[in-house]
């Protein structure tokens, strides 16, 4: 099995990067967190690796850290998500999110990640929490950190929903805004963004 590769970049167009290794060039994919870390193309690159072996295929999946592999490959060991959904969770959440949804059971959060429903949520929840929080215990102490400082946004967009607002939008308006601000504040600015919207 591939865990490593070390080469030249020689292109990247999200999802798949191209890593010429000894003049062998390999094509992996990877989540946007990865690509936010990518050098220039014709720079030198390193990733670490994990390798699916299918009847039809051997994919390679690239991330910038073994702490993002390592979350990669606790999601794909959840029944119902693979690794284009783990991918996706991985560019949709960092760990410290991701750990926060978990400890927090916040399902909508969770939905809001393309290719995951309520009954995967529900199921990443039940089947990931307690695993997360012991094989990522450093992460699941910044996520409870986080957790309680985002209070303060998951009130106002509870406040928003009750008002009508779905929570896709809420969540997005809510998320853009400077995370320092009193629930208030937050629903105060939200309501201001999305009234001038057309929902």
Same mark, same amino acid.
């Given at each position: 099995?591939?865990?490593?590769? =070390?080469?030249?970049?020689? #292109?990247?167009?999200?999802?798949? /990067?191209?890593? %010429?290794?000894? @003049?062998?060039?390999?094509? *992996?994919?990877?989540?946007?967190?990865?690509?936010?870390?990518?050098?220039?193309?014709?720079?030198?690159?390193?990733?670490?690796?994990?390798?699916?072996?299918?009847?039809?295929?051997?994919?390679?999946?690239?991330?910038? =850290?073994?702490?993002?592999? #390592?979350?990669?490959?606790?999601? /794909?060991?959840? %029944?119902?998500? @693979?690794?284009?959904?783990? *991918?996706?969770?991985?560019?949709?959440?960092?760990?410290?999110?991701?750990?926060?949804?978990?400890?927090?059971?916040?399902?909508?959060?969770?939905?809001?990640?393309?290719?995951?429903?309520?009954?995967?949520?529900?199921?990443?929840?039940?089947?990931?929490?307690?695993?997360?929080?012991?094989?990522?215990?450093?992460?699941?102490?910044?996520?409870?950190?986080?957790?309680?400082?985002?209070?303060?946004?998951?009130?106002?967009?509870?406040?928003?929903?009750?008002?009508?607002?779905?929570?896709?939008?809420?969540?997005?308006?809510?998320?853009?805004?400077?995370?320092?601000?009193?629930?208030?504040?937050?629903?105060?600015?939200?309501?201001?963004?999305?009234?001038?919207?057309?929902?």
């Amino acid at each position: 099995m591939i865990a490593w590769l =070390s080469g030249i970049l020689l #292109d990247k167009q999200p999802p798949t /990067i191209l890593l %010429n290794v000894n @003049g062998i060039g390999y094509e *992996l994919e990877a989540p946007l967190s990865t690509f936010y870390e990518l050098p220039a193309v014709n720079e030198a690159l390193d990733l670490h690796v994990h390798m699916v072996v299918r009847e039809d295929a051997q994919l390679l999946f690239g991330f910038s =850290s073994q702490q993002q592999r #390592d979350l990669f490959r606790s999601l /794909i060991k959840v %029944n119902g998500v @693979g690794p284009k959904v783990a *991918l996706a969770v991985l560019s949709t959440m960092s760990a410290q999110e991701l750990l926060a949804c978990m400890a927090n059971e916040d399902f909508n959060q969770l939905t809001t990640v393309p290719g995951i429903g309520k009954k995967t949520a529900q199921r990443l929840v039940v089947e990931m929490k307690d695993r997360l929080e012991k094989e990522f215990a450093d992460i699941a102490l910044e996520a409870n950190i986080a957790s309680h400082a985002s209070d303060g946004r998951q009130d106002a967009i509870s406040a928003l929903e009750s008002l009508g607002y779905k929570n896709s939008d809420a969540s997005r308006v809510v998320r853009s805004l400077d995370k320092d601000l009193s629930s208030e504040e937050f629903i105060r600015q939200s309501l201001r963004i999305l009234s001038g919207k057309v929902l």
